[in-house]
Each structure stands twice: as structure tokens, then as C-alpha cells.
């Protein structure tokens, strides 16, 4: 391939990594917006249909839907619910007419898009997209004239990638969101109109279901004084509702709690927003991010294009790494910030309400009692790390001396750290148990006990403690063997001339030599017990009285128990940033310090 | 190649041997104390050899007891008749069967794709040329920071959003790579000599072929501690398996006995039963593999 | 250069024009420039660090040069990759597979041409077979000695009957027997296959009997580009003169001054005149060992007068130690059956039409013999 032809290679590569992104973001918002715009169309359907049975007269529609709706006899077996079929130009929405009885179908309600007024299809996505489309190719254009200059392609070009990129995404998704809000509050006054249309509201209001049959809305009905007599929603989210002031024009949006509510007389409509639930803010931030990062690293290759074999290289380096760092950031990067991204939400698998809460997951953990307990717990469990430690490092000192016998005596220290932690969990369960315990019997046998391992809230987490050590004592002392046989034999002797003791030689010449080996089992051992899990899992579930409640488990039980996914990633990442913070601090004070030394 | 592992083996295994008998003989002050504290130190280190032993024996000794049995004060060290139907027992009371099916399932992929992604990742790392090479492998290393707990929920998301829950693939596929891995084989990949791989270069192989015929091949002791590491780990993975997979067709050994451990909470001679079933595989696994855990941890200096 | 009998072979010339290579901000390689007939045996030659493997490596294709341009047989091949530039390299510490067999070394790249299997077969017999390997195929390389492993690195280059060979002190972790029988070898096949050859040592004495002509690198840059013959008696720099030759050139250092139309050296007691240089300022003279006449301390026409430090009788030949005149130590080659012994004082003559006279930029030779 010739200098130009790989230069075209990586300029096609770039644009199509520029305007993949667009395109593909304007048609995420295209098809939600169509969509919302025909769960509208079935709705009034739907809601027309409703009323027409209700009052057994269509003309009620007439003020409300003005010269778009039709009934004919004609029954149509496969319309029950409404549908919205695409006719001739444009979405037309049928729905069954049922006698009063819902019992027969008399005929079928035939709706049509308002001719003018109503979020249409404006002319911004062709439009956009065009500009979009040629924004992109002017930016090829200077980049390809100075493909090889560091500052363009550092800092211009990734900058004018990110806002050829972003800007349409960022209009499209402005202009879509506004356009769903709209659809939003027709939506609500959809409802509104159909329940004030009605000649009885009372016996509606007061038959069970009557509301929600009629307008499709979760709804709760207050009493005079303003008390909730009846609700179709949740106790949180009716508690949260009925707390709204009312609203002036008929629709408030309450961000917090992202409903939009309406009353008519006592009954208070809901609804969740379309805004919240289906604005694909994600999907176009990850793929603006996406398309940039491309773009960049295109056109950083771009000078590459005149060094056939540099280039080369570069391509299969990239072959080989390609799997793995899309896994990475599949899988890790992007999870870590989605996670990010899901702690400023209140996000639950169950409630479809999402609704974007800034800090305010993160000020009620800080100021919750529990959490600062599974941490406090999390820390003291921490401490059996420099006990295992020391242990470990004098088992390594005792076992080292003598050969015969130590593979087969490292292997049984190795032994636990690698077998199933649950097994062992539950063997060590039973060793603790209060009655029947091999430990409280060791203990009676010295006239001590018995002790209430695992089931009094004092020695629980101690008891965990007492066997992580017993987990991770062989697995450190390996690791410090290795340490120790790399000091050097002539320092000891050295030392020996000198004069010096065990002691000495154990202070002068050991732990010196072992300083990194000390410090890497350290920083490593530090961060994996932040992390426990399946001991606590296993043996006391966080019990009792949340004794043994430390960080993880208390985050999954935040996110698998209670389903509060975005308290859940607030908590992992205050942990994770404690971790970052410990294992800093110990390299700046234990790091350094031995750096001197 | 043999030479290389026999040398790194040699420092592991061997460590102690070349020692005593290099040490010079005559050196001998105060014989006496000496041999005492030898023996003192060889008691104490038998002490806690025991105690190390002590949890395992003493599962595999209740696992054999009748259900009376146990509840006795002072406990039986020993069962008066071996109650070999406990296993049996405990075993056919859930799917074990299909458990260590899965779990075996599970570890093997995740040892497949830790193998691939971390041989071309680390040779790649260690002997190819490319830019930003360094920075990428900061980037690399820095994602070991990472806590799991934080990417869980949103790796069950997405999970989820593939509709790959509670299958093998939601189980494999977030465990194929592994940073660790990574570093393990480009320490070692470091260690081939750059002369090799050129003169498979010269002598016409493409990069793949230089990577599969040349270096692969020489790394193969890195492969197997890897290959270790990876098994080991997957197999003992709780929360992972336990966040995704949801019936019982799909669970692993783990989480498997975890459960069990719920539902027979008092019946503890079954409970041992399933717990020694499970320590079982990985104990013969790691009493013939030993060394290559111990070159791991040396190779890399740490876990 | 090059013999009328191997015009007729194909255009299997290396050439460097302006080469450069920098590893980031360090140079290798400056500006190097160098012209290799077909069937050249050319010998790379220079201190350690100078820059000799890179250019090897650049040859090859390893490694890219950062600027310049580098013709085999004609054609650019800057971005032709190593396996297409039709060479074959021996290294260093050889190289081989150490997991296939002598066999499989063999036929590598062979393998990778995708040449029939016979026809692998029938080569890597006949390499074997020139190379007195035939015993030892089914040996892996831990398995066989250094000089058997040198064997087998040459045949996996033979094998391939490349148009340019590169070797890269391929001979240096030989013991000394072994590496002059190596050296034979290598002279023989070059004699036997007339294909262009490029070898690199920082062993002068390889360069001297093995190149045809001999290219002296120091720190990156091209010295003297010459003959053997040539670059030890006529070298081009003071650097070529003491790197080429053992024992090493004697040497002394002064002034040099233009006077009457003719360029005159002083050093202390030592005045010598030359052909007009052009150049006046900080010089030296050079002098190889057999260019020194020991005479009595007392005789008129000594030049130069020192002590004897100690004597090497290497049968043939008398090397004398000594201590002096400079600061620095000479040595001098004489008839075995000279007379003089440690400590003694004595006098030296220079040969005057061999003395060496060096100054100015980098040091370059300015003249050889003196004028009256
Ligand atoms: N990959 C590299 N990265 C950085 N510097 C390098 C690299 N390879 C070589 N160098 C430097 O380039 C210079 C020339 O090295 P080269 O290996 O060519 O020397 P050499 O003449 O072959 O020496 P020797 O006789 O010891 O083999 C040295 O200073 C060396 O440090
Ligand atoms: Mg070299």
C-alpha cells in the first residue's frame, strides 16, 4: 500500500469513527422520540375509547380531540388494547369500543395525529445530520495538511472531534428531551380532560381501579383534609407525592422524585416522566466518548501513514492487545464509571423511576449509622493483617533453617489460602461453635470458656479475624521466604564479624532486606481484606446485631437485598476511595521511608 | 527451556538443600544449645503444621459422624463407626453433580481466556513496538487498584442487558482477562532473549508465528502458574457466581455449598460431608502443581 | 572492488547512504555511509558500544534507521521487512530454538517459505553435511557444545542461500582454537559461495584475515573504510591506528609548527619534519612496534631514549616493554635474538618513513614519513 493509500485508510477510519457516532446518536433520538410520540397516540386512543364506553357518548371526544377521531362499526378481532398501525403518512392509533358492560366490542375508535401544534417531525434531524456529516469532513481536511504535528494532534484535533461529536448529540438530545417533556404534559392533560370530561366523576373516583382504567395513570385519591384515602402507587412514592404542592398549571415535575402530578379535585394523577425514564443520555455520552477516543487515536496514528513499517507494527501490536483492552474497557473502565454514573441516581431494578439525585446519595450514606459501622468493622478486621504478618514472618524464620521436610511443610501452609474459602468457612464454623466447638472444649480443657465465637456480638468479628489469619499466615510466610532467600548470606556474616546478635542481625539485616517483600504483603493484604466477603457471608451474614457487618457485604446487601443499585455504587465508591487512600497513605509513609533507609 | 524452569525450581523448591550443605560443618559454637534450640524450633514449627492441618482433619473427621454424635460434650475426636452414607447423603440432597459441572465449566473458560488475552496482552507489552506502550500498560496496572465490589453492580447491568444471566457466558465472560495475568507473562516473555524472536523475523515468520511458534512455546511454565492461578481463583469466585447465576442448574460449588450451608444449618456431618467434597479436587490439584505456585508468587513477586 | 569472475552473479550489493540512528535522544549510528560489492567479505570492526550491532541490525531490517537509506541489490528496502530482504543473520550467542531440534533450526525458515518438505530435507542434509553436523540433527541446542551450536547457526543461515550474510560476532564465545578454526570456515565458504558478507567483531584480528575490505566504527561514526592492509598502514585517524594492531601503535605527543614550507613536530627532546599539513597546534606521531630500532643509550642517532620494562620473546620475534618516552608506555617489535634486559637503559630509532604524523580534527593522519 502506497503513503497515500494508507493515509486515506487511517482519514476513512477517522470519519467514520467521527460520524458513526452521530449517526448512530441522532437515530437513538429519532426512535425514542417516535416512539414516546406513539405510546402518545395509543394512549389518547385508548383513553378515547375508554371514555366513549364510560359515557356512551362519542361526542364528549369532540372537545377533546378535535376533528381526529372516527368510530366505525367495523370490529376488528385482532385490535383489543389500542394499536397504532402506520397508514398512509403517518401513525393512526385504533382501539375496541366496548358496550358498558365491557363485554362486547360495538366498534372501533380510529385516531389521528393532531394536523399542526404537536411535536412533529421537525426538520432538525436531516438538517443536523448534514451539518454534522460535513463538520467532520472539514475537520479531515486541516488534519490531514498537518497530520504530523504534535500540538494538532495532541490537543486540536481530539478537541474539534469532540465538539463536531457532541454538539448535534448534545442539540438532538436537547431538542428531543424538550420534545418529550411536551409529550409528557399532553400526556397528563390527556388524563386530566378524560376524568374532567366525565359527567359522574364521583362513581369513576370511587370504583376500584376506576381512575387507573380510565387514564392509565397510577393516581391516589385524597381525602378533604387533604389525607390519602386510596393510592395505586407505592407507600415511598406516595408519600413523596402527596407531599407535592399543588400544582399550578395543572402539571408539576417534582425532580426528586421525578413524577409529574396533576389534580382533579381529590385525585392526584401521576406520571413518570418521559424525560427521565427514556432520555438515552448514556448511550450518547458513551458513544460521543466512544467516537472521540477514536478519532484521537486515528489521527494520532495518522503520521504513522508515511512509515509503512512503524505503521505496521503499530497494527499488529494492536492485533495482539485488541481483546484484552476491549475487555478492559468493557468490563472494567466502563463499569467503574457507569458505577460512578449510577451512585448520582436513585436506580433499582424494580422502580423504572431513575431520577438523577447529584450528591445525595453520597451525603445519607456519609451520615448513616450502619455504613460507618461496616466500615468501622471493615478497619478493625484490617488489623489481623499485621498479625498474620508477624506470625507469618517468624514461621518463615523458623522454617527456613531446616531443608528436609519443607516442601512438604510449605505446601500445608499454602494449603488454605487456596482452597474453597467456603469449605473452610464452614468448618470453622463449627470449630466455633459455642456448645459443641472444638476450640470451646480446647479451652475448657485450661479451665477457660466457654466463649461465644460467632454468636455474641464482642468476639464475632474476632472470630473472623482469628481465622483469617489462619487463611493467609502460610501463603505470607511463602511469600517472605522468598524474600529471605534473596538477602544475601555474606550480610549475616558480615554482621556476625561485627558482633551482632540474632536481634541485631534480625533488625540490621532481615527486615532491611525484606523491607519490599514486607511492604508489597502489606499494601496487598491491606486491600484484599478491605474486600471480605464470603467468611462473613458464610459464617454470621453481618450478624449478630451487625457485628461482623463490614463494607462489601453491607454492599451487596444494599444492592441484592434492598435492590438500591445507587446507593449500592455510592458505597463501592467511598469504599474504593478509602482503599486508594489507605494503600496512598502506605506508600507515602512506608515507601518512602524505607526508600531512605 | 527445561533449563529455565529447572532453575527457577531449583531457587523455590530446592532453597534449603544447597544451604546445609554449603554451610561449612566445623562452625559448631556451643553445640549444646544449638541442637536445643533446633529441636525447639522443629517442635514449633510441627506445633503449627498441626494447627494448620487441625480445620481439615477435623472436617473430614465430623463429615463421618452421625448426627447424634457430634453433639456430644466433650466432643469425639474420632467417630466410633466411619458414617460413609453421609456423603451420599449430603451429596444427592442437591444437584452436587451439576455444581462441579458448572464450576469446572466456569474455571476452564476463564482459564482458556485468561491464558489467550494474557499471552498476546503481555507479549505485546514486553516485545512488541508501539506507541503509547508504556501509558497503555500504566493504564493496565492501574485497573488492579479497582476494588470488584465497584464494578459488580454495573457489570451485572450489563450482564443483564445481554440476557446473559444465569449462563455460562454471564458466569466466563467478565473473568477473561486478568491485569495480573498480563504482568505475570510479560515478566516472563521479558526473559526471552530479543535475538530469538529475531532471528524467527529473518528467518520469514510473521509476528504471529514468532509469538506461536518461538515465544509461546518457551513460555510454557508461565502458562501453567497462570493457568493454576486462574483455575484456583475461579473456582473459589463466590460473589461473582453467587450475583449471577439464579437457579439451581447454574450454580457453582461455592455458591453451592454456601446454600447448603443455610439450608442444613444443624445437620453438620452433611455440611462437612459437602465441604470436604469441595476441598478435595483442589487439594490433589495443588499437591501435584506445588511448584508452579511457588514460581508464580516468586516471578512476580507478588499475588 | 570487485572480482571480474562474480560480475556475472546477481547485484547482491549493500549500501548505506547517510544513515542515522538515534534510540530517543541517544545517538548509535551517525551518518553512515557504506558501499558493499557482491560477494564482498566485508568486515564491521570497532569498540564495543560503537554502534556495530545496529548497523548489522538496520541492515537486516530489526531495526528502522531514523534517517538515510539502506539499498540491497539495488533497491531501496527501507520498508521491506526483514524476511523479504533476502538475508540471513548469525548472532551473537546464536539463537537457536532451544525448543526444536538441530533439524528444525535448520529448516526454520525453510518452513516459513513454504518450501516442500524433500526439498527442506535435501538442504538441511547438505548444510549439515558441509558443517560436519550429520551426527547431531536430533539434538536439541542444550544439548550440543558451543562450537556445535556455532555450527548449527551458521547452517540455519546457509540453508536459506541468502544474497547477503550477516554475521554478528559470531565467533566471540568461541575459546581461541575453536574461533581460528571457525575463522577458517567462514573464509572457505565465503571463498566457496561468493555471497556477499558482512561480519562483525571488535576482534581486529578477525578483521584483518577475514575482510576483504575493513569499515572502523567508533562511537556511531564511520572511521576508515578500507583494506586491511590499508587501514593498518595507512590509517586514517589516530583512533585507527591504535584500534588497529597488536600490540598497539606507540605514540607521542607535541606541538607542530610550519616552518620553511615544511610541518615540524616537537616533543621535548624529539623534533621531526614533515610534509607541509596545513595545520599547526596540539598534534602527535604514531609509530607501530616494528617500526622502532632499539640501539645503544649512547648511540648518535638515537631519536628517543627510555627503559626497558620487560620482554615477551614470542620465538619468532622479540616484543620489548617500555617504559617510555612519553607518558605513555611503547613496545617495540625486534629480531628475536636482540640483547637487552629489564631495567637496562636504552636508545630508539624511529623508522622514519614509517612514522605516522596526526593532528587537528578528530585527530587525522596528516602524513606518513618524514622529509628532510
Ligand atoms: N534498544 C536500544 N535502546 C537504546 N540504546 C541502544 C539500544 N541498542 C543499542 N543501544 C545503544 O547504542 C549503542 C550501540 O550499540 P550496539 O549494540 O550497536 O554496539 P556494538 O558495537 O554492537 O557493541 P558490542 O561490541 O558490545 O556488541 C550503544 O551505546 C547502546 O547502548
Ligand atoms: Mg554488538
Redesign the pocket.
Known sequence: MSVRGRRRVLAAFTYAALVAPILAGLHIVGTTVRRVERHLLRTEAAVAAELVRETGDPQVLQSLFPDRWRISEEIDPTVDQAVVTWDHGGPQARAAIYDADSWSVVGTLHMERPAAGRPGSGLYLPIGTALAVLAAAALLIPVARAWTRAPVRRWLFPLGALLVITIPLASAGWSANARLAETTDARMQVAVQALEALPDRQTVVARPGGVYQLTGLPFMVRDADGNVVFSSLSSAATEDLAALPAPASGTSYADRVAYAVADVGQVRLALLPYAHTNAPTVPLVVLALIGVALAALFAALADLADRPRVFRRNVVAWSFLAPSFLHLVIFTIGPLLFAAWLSLHRWSLIDVARPFLGLANYVSILTDISWWNAIRNTAVFTLHVPASMALALALALIVQRRARGIVFLRALFFLPSITSLVAIAIAWQWMFHDEYGLLNWSLSLVGLGPVHWLTSTETALLAIMLMSVWLVVGYQMVLFQAGLAAIPRDLYDAARMDGAGPWRRFVHVTLPGLRHTLFFVLVTSVIGSFQIFGAVYVMTEGGPLHSTDVAVFHIYEEAWEFFRFGNAAAMSWILFAIIFVVTWLQFRTLERRTEEA | MGGRVDRRSGGAAGRGLPHTTAEPPKRRPAGRTRRARTVAAWALTALLAATMLLPFLWMVSTSLMSELEIYRFPPRLLPAAAQWDNYPGALTARPFGRYFVNSFIFAVGVVLGQLTTAATTGYAFAKLEFRGRDRLFMLFLSTMMVPAVVVLIPRFLLIDHLGWVDSYAGLISTELVSVWGIFLMRQYFRTVPRELEDAGVIDGAGPWTVFWRISLPLAKPALATLGLFAFIEAWKNLLWPLIVTRSMEMRTVEVGIASFHGLFITNWPFQMAAAVTAVVPIVLLFLFTQRYFVQGIQMTGFR | MSQAGQQRSPDTSVSLVAVEKY??D?P?IRSLSIEVDSGEFVVLV?P????????LRMIAGLEEPTSGEIHIGGHRVDDVEPADRNIAMVF?NYALYPHMSARQNLGFGLKMRKLPREEIDARVRRAAEVLGLAQLLDRRPAQLSGGQRQRVALGRALVREPSVFLFD?PLSNLDARLRVEMRAEIADLHRRLGTTMIF?T?DQVEAMTLGQRIAV?NE?ALQQYAAPLRVYQEPANLFVATFIGTPTINTIEGQLATDAGRSVFRASDLTLAFPDAGYTGAAAIGVRPEGLELVNVGASDADLRSTVNRLEPLGNELLVYLDGPGERPWVARVNADSRCTPGELIGIRLDRRRIHLFGGEQQKRLATGTVA
Do not use: D, I
Open positions: 534510540f530517543g541517544v548509535a570497532g564495543s558500544g560503537c554502534g556495530k550491532t545496529t548497523a551473537q560476532e562483525v571488535h566504527l556511531g
